[in-house]
């Protein structure tokens, strides 16, 4: 099953929640409309709210309450990207400027913020106190490994289980609490609740693993952002961490020297020793081994169509080359 397959068996969610997000977009304020539209019109790959669709009719979903529950997500994911963009002073994201680029940094932090707070206003037009206090806790445990990522940067000693802490946070406990507010709004019983939050945190964790391996092996058209800014940026994600660890003393040198002080200059180099020294092959292998545990985590999801897609979904996290 393709990803346009999982797609089709909940299209008419996805269109909803699409209308969604531009309604919710809608201010008087005229920069947080254009900002918005741009966001929106670059596209991207939309996997939050279809793991929130997928999950919500996985577990049972009866009336549209998951509609309103994916366009939030997707506004949270959104809010830290322009947040990122910021800080990573990135110039190019989904095949086209960054809205930073575009705008400015003001406008784009701004827009983040009001991004989160429309969030947290349709939270509360749930009605619902668990919903609330799991996006909290989520929200929170972002933006903290957000300033991890940011201590990390540049750190050459920076540890896999440090990475692992910064890409769960940063990325894995959205996927998370994506699945588990979908089980919420669909009255799911606790262990069906439970299994679809670890289903998504091991989502979550296989997607940026391979994200961030793509990094070094992906091509720029495909992927819409530039190869290598991990890299030029400092940042020790897992390839370059084993690459540092398993290379000789010449490898080393220099991928440290790449992470202090950012490696642009050194970039071809440097991918030709995070290639032989095996770190693209680990990472994957850390990833094929979240995604079947996020797998797993399904055995106690009841057997559907959407179980299967979700399923597929962990396969398609891994397999990607975009």
């Known amino acids: 099953m393709q990803l346009k397959d999982i797609r089709a068996l909940v299209a008419d969610d996805l269109a909803a929640v699409d209308v969604e997000i531009r309604g919710q977009l809608a201010s008087d304020v005229a920069l947080v409309n254009q900002v918005g539209d741009y966001i929106v019109g670059s596209g991207g790959k939309r996997l939050r709210p279809l793991l929130v669709v997928l999950a919500a009719r996985a577990a049972g979903a009866k009336n549209a ?43 784009s932090v701004l827009v983040g913020d009001f991004l989160y707070s429309r969030a947290f206003q349709m939270m509360a037009k749930l009605d619902s106190a668990p919903v609330i206090r799991v996006m909290a806790d989520a929200t929170n445990t972002i933006a903290a490994g957000e300033v991890m990522q940011l201590m990390n940067s ?18 894995a406990r959205l996927f998370e609490a994506g699945a588990q507010i979908a089980a919420i709004v669909a009255k799911a019983p606790a262990a069906v609740e439970s299994a679809l939050a670890r289903y998504g945190k091991h989502l979550g964790i296989a997607f940026q693993l391979i994200d961030d391996a793509l990094d070094y092996r992906g091509d720029s058209e495909s992927l819409g952002k530039n190869i290598g800014d ?11 961490i084993h690459a540092l660890k398993h290379g000789d003393a010449g490898a080393a040198a220099m991928i440290r020297a790449a992470i202090e002080n950012g490696g642009a200059e050194d970039q071809g180099p440097i991918l030709a020793l995070v290639a032989n020294s095996g770190g693209l ?37 891994v397999s990607r080359t975009s």
């Open 65 to 107: 309450a998951h509609i309103s529950a994916a366009a939030l997500i997707e506004f949270i994911h959104t809010a830290t990207l322009l947040h990122d963009d910021v800080v990573d002073d990135s110039s190019r994201r989904r095949g086209r400027e960054t809205a930073n680029e575009a705008y400015g940094n003001p406008a």
């Open 154 to 171: 540049g750190d050459a000693d920076t540890t896999e289980v440090r990475y692992l802490e910064v890409i769960y946070r940063k990325t």
């Open 230 to 240: 991990d890299l030029a940026e400092g940042k020790p994600t897992l390839p370059l």
């Open 281 to 317: 092959e680990y990472t994957a292998r850390l990833a094929e081994g979240e995604a079947a545990r996020a797998r797993k985590a399904l055995d106690e999801v009841p057997a559907s169509p959407f179980r299967d897609a979700l399923a597929e979904l962990a396969r398609f996290a």
